[in-house]
């Protein structure tokens, strides 16, 4: 069967791709070895889908080529995404500063999706495991377990390597080597920290508990909450820097941002001699961490007996306590992937290949990377839409 346009992925990007296509009366087959489309829409934001984020700028993304995302982002908008949902009567919150999710469930926008495509007419197969891909006289064939379809234009919306229990795999990479497209290295994102055994025992007792911290590592920094798990450190703090990360590379921890630990103690010496460390911290940590923290440090004295080379010793410990991970928890838990598909070979304008005429790639498997917080949806919808205006 000939098509005017077979997309590989019937994920964020594109579901979003089919369906700008299709409304341009092109005839678009969508294919996906999935049960479901939208599997990773339906599993993030906790089920409600964080869908994007009102503040995204080609700032909040990560790539070896930064420019690159600048069209795509510009010309599909947060707002542009949000009018959608509006026009579906999907009801959203906006739960920290810019980031929008669903009232209800995911589900609303994989819905979404799915109607918006099946307006533009677009051909959904699921279950369909694409075997191999040739490209012969300007046609590219897809031979798949449920048949061949040719098609003018191929586009590869086929993800990373995260969650491979969702059905992640390389096979967006292996078809741009395939054609000749260079792949940059890949590694975790937006991934959870393990700890070595040592310290893992040690902070064993404050497993399951949150706190506002500042979290610093690879030149960057990011103010959000850090939890405390049985296996490291999670949170959205730890994994926003876990993109900037690099292994052997200590984290950087301030557990009381914004505050003059040495002044505070400093005053309150003399405010009250036989104070404690304990004492302060109760007042601004979680009891649990102030107790693993005294007990750890030896802070037992009253604050009398501190001298103030002493007190900033103590505030160095907590404003800048250093931790190196022994790694990260990999694809298995990892939101996104970082690297892929070198986009110096591709057009910022359409994500199609300069060398290899019709072939493009959209979404995660490019090497395009938000930050958290709604940021690589909305690369999904704009880079889908990029391409979808012209394959």
Not at 163 to 169: H, N
């Amino acid at each position: 069967m000939h098509f005017d346009v077979v997309i590989i992925g019937a994920g964020a990007a594109g579901l979003m791709c089919g369906a700008t296509a299709g409304y341009r009366g092109r005839r678009v087959l969508l294919l996906d070895h999935a049960r479901r489309a939208g599997q990773k829409i339906l599993m993030s934001g906790g089920g409600r889908c964080n869908f994007t984020n009102l503040n995204s700028t080609p700032r909040q993304f990560l790539s070896a080529n930064p420019p690159f995302c600048i069209s795509a982002l510009k010309r599909y908008t947060p707002e542009n995404f949000l009018e959608l949902v509006e026009r579906h009567g999907i009801d959203y919150e906006e739960k920290a500063p810019g980031q929008l999710f669903c009232r209800g469930r995911a589900r609303e926008i994989v819905d979404m999706l799915l109607t918006e495509c099946e307006w533009a007419g677009v051909d959904i197969r699921l279950r369909t495991e694409v075997e191999s891909v040739s490209h012969r006289d300007d046609t590219y064939r897809v031979a798949t377990d449920q048949g061949a379809f040719t098609a003018q234009s191929l586009v590869i919306a086929t993800g990373g390597l995260s969650i491979p229990t969702m059905g992640a795999s390389p096979f967006g990479y292996e078809i741009a080597r395939q054609f000749g497209l260079p792949v940059l290295s890949t590694r975790a994102g937006l991934v959870p920290f393990t700890l070595h055994p040592d310290l893992k025992e040690r902070l064993a007792p404050l497993s399951g508990m949150s706190l506002p911290v500042a979290i610093s590592a690879g030149g960057m920094r990011f103010e959000e909450p850090m939890l405390f798990t049985h296996r490291g450190l999670s949170g959205p703090a730890v994994l926003q820097i876990s993109s900037f990360w690099q292994p052997g590379e200590p984290l950087s921890i301030d557990l009381l941002p914004g505050r003059d630990v040495a002044g505070e103690l400093a005053a309150r010496r003399a405010e009250r001699p036989q104070g404690t460390v304990l004492q302060y911290l109760d007042e601004h940590l979680p009891r649990r961490l102030s107790r693993v923290l005294c007990e750890w440090h030896g802070w037992s004295r009253p604050l009398q007996e501190y001298s103030q080379i002493e007190l900033e010793q103590v505030a160095e410990a907590l404003q800048r306590w250093q931790i190196r991970p022994s790694g990260t928890e990999g694809y298995r838990t990892a939101e996104v992937t970082l690297g892929g598909v070198d986009t110096q070979v591709l057009s910022s304008q359409t994500m199609e290949s300069r060398d290899q005429a019709g072939l493009f790639f959209i979404g995660e498997v490019v090497d395009v990377t938000g930050h958290l917080g709604g940021h690589n949806f909305q690369w999904a919808w704009a880079s889908g839409v990029a391409a979808g205006q012209v394959a």
